[in-house]
């Protein structure tokens, strides 16, 4: 891990305005290694001033204050550590939504947007009145708020084994308005919600593997709840537990949405067809990755 920035690296006789500290910063930051290194610093100076990114290019020649100055310090110094932007910020988007984040959740990835895609447009096939929708991994709430959000129809369901990912997404759901998603604190390999069946499981669950995880960046590694990365294994654990849960409480014609790593398509589609489900899809993310796999119980 790298090792913070002192204050006095600063050159301390200089006059910072906006744009002076953009580029100082930016080149600090691609010196030690980061990508988007502008991006960020505009990120976190944006937080620090209360402005938009455009406010920063309309306001270039506004100097800092003493305490401005202070508080960038020390948020540049977490990100120097590679603290993540989202964690030292506090939010991120999804979906263009506004979502709380902490070192209890996932960050949300764009790549998990897909996951909701393809989710909405099964619960959009499905002909009833209410869809029910069981979603396994809340973290933030990203996934099951977005659903909601986006398919007024759908009545969903997410459980999370951990307590404070939970309190997170409660606070997501108040922020983003949702009165269609219950969360509920449950263990997916226990017997939750014995009686209970639905339209759609989706889950964005745990699937590095444990050798995996050590090329991870340190963002994710030394940062970002592991429990909510790996599962300590071969990457499959989950997706294993899943699918039998999919199995088990799936309606007739239910579907079953998973993200999972760019290298699990082949295995993935043979635990899923294992689990007894048939129509088995995969799709490829932005980036050309084998990222969702989709499947439906007959």
């Known amino acids: 891990m790298m090792q913070p920035i002192a204050a006095t690296t600063f050159p301390t006789t200089r006059r910072w305005t906006v744009l002076s500290l953009i580029e100082w910063s930016t080149n600090h930051l691609i010196e030690h290694g980061f990508d988007e ?32 100055l ?49 989710s909405i447009e099964a619960i959009k096939s499905i002909e009833n009145e209410r869809v029910e929708v069981l979603d396994i991994g809340t973290g933030t709430g990203n996934v099951p708020i977005a659903i909601a959000k986006f398919a007024s129809n759908a009545n969903v369901t997410s459980i999370d084994v951990s307590e404070e990912a939970l309190e997170v997404a409660a606070k997501n759901v108040e922020r983003n308005g949702v009165s269609n998603v219950s969360l509920l604190n449950a263990n997916v390999f226990d017997d939750f919600l014995s009686q209970t069946t639905f339209d759609v499981i989706v889950s964005n669950p745990p699937y590095i593997s444990k050798d995996e995880f050590g090329s991870l960046q340190p963002e994710v590694q030394d940062f970002e709840p592991r429990v909510a990365t790996t599962d300590g294994a ?37 635990i899923v067809k294992q689990g007894g489900l048939k129509d088995i899809e995969v799709f490829a993310d932005f980036a050309g990755h084998p990222r969702i796999i989709s499947a439906r119980k007959r």
């Open 37 to 68: 290194a502008r991006l960020h610093i505009e990120l976190l100076l944006a937080h620090v001033l209360h402005y938009s990114r455009l406010q920063l290019y309309t306001n270039f020649d506004r100097p800092l204050t003493p305490n401005e």
């Open 234 to 270: 071969d990457g499959f654990t989950f997706i294993r537990r899943i699918s039998k849960v999919a199995q088990q409480k799936l309606n007739a014609g239910g579907f079953l949405l998973m993200e999972i790593a760019y290298n699990q398509s082949e295995s993935a589609k043979r």
């Open 70 to 118: 202070a508080h960038f310090k020390e948020l540049f110094k977490r990100r120097l550590t590679h603290e993540p932007l989202q964690y030292i910020i506090g939010e991120t988007e999804f979906m263009g939504l506004p979502f709380y984040v902490n070192p209890n959740v996932l960050i949300p990835r764009p790549e998990t947007e897909m996951l909701v895609e393809k």
